[in-house]
């Protein structure tokens, strides 16, 4: 139950944010689908074997994960007495860990709001030092962190393959963040308009 639970809330969390910041940034969603198109075709579906092959689709999940963390707070209990920052924290203190703040800070990420895949390019991995760190750290740090990419990663590159995607209409999707719950959720959910790929249909309609 608790793997069920933590698991499906963040993973379509994710898939929901980037897909809303991908239908307001038609560029970068272009550039997906021309990675997707240069590596895969479309004489076939995208598999998770192609996933090495697909570095731009990687940043694009890490960058929504910066900006719009799904657990933006980690609660997390000192197991023996400490220092952090000047201040002693006693042994059984909870600590809030607000991963939000760090992933949007203007000090350690140029320019924060401004959803920008290609910061991650070149860079390796998830976790640069504790700037980047969605799936949390340590030995409570979480440990679907291979699934959860797998997933995401899957389901998002089959969709950008597959689909050509717009807005319902000339406005930009609302991105405001809900507030109930401890996953960060869309506060109104996504609606938009796909349509099957022409060049994709002649495969889709053999499903
Ligand atoms: C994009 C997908 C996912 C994200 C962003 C995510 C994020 C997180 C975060 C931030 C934590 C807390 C870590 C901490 O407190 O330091 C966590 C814990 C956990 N996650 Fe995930 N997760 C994802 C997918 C999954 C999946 C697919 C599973 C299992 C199938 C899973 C199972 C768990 C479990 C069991 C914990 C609790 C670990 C513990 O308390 O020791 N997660 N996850």
Known sequence: M????????TSISTMEWAMSLLLNNPSVL????????KYVGHDRRVEESDMCNLPYLDCIIKET???LPPGPLLPHESSKGCMVGGYHVPKGTML?????????DPNIWGDP????????????????????????FGRRGCPGEDMGMRLVRMALA??????EWERTGESE???SEGTEGINMSKAISLVAICHPRPTMLNLLSQL
């Open 2 to 9: 608790v793997m069920l639970a933590a698991g499906t809330g």
């Open 30 to 37: 272009k550039k997906a689908h021309g990675e997707i198109e």
């Open 65 to 67: 994960m910066r900006m």
């Open 96 to 104: 809030l860990v607000n991963v939000w703040a760090i992933h949007n």
């Open 113 to 136: 709001k401004k959803f920008r895949p290609e910061r991650f390019e070149g860079l390796e991995g998830y976790r640069d030092g504790f700037k980047l760190m969605p799936f949390g």
């Open 158 to 163: 089959s969709l950008i393959q597959c689909f």
């Open 173 to 175: 999707v609302d991105m």
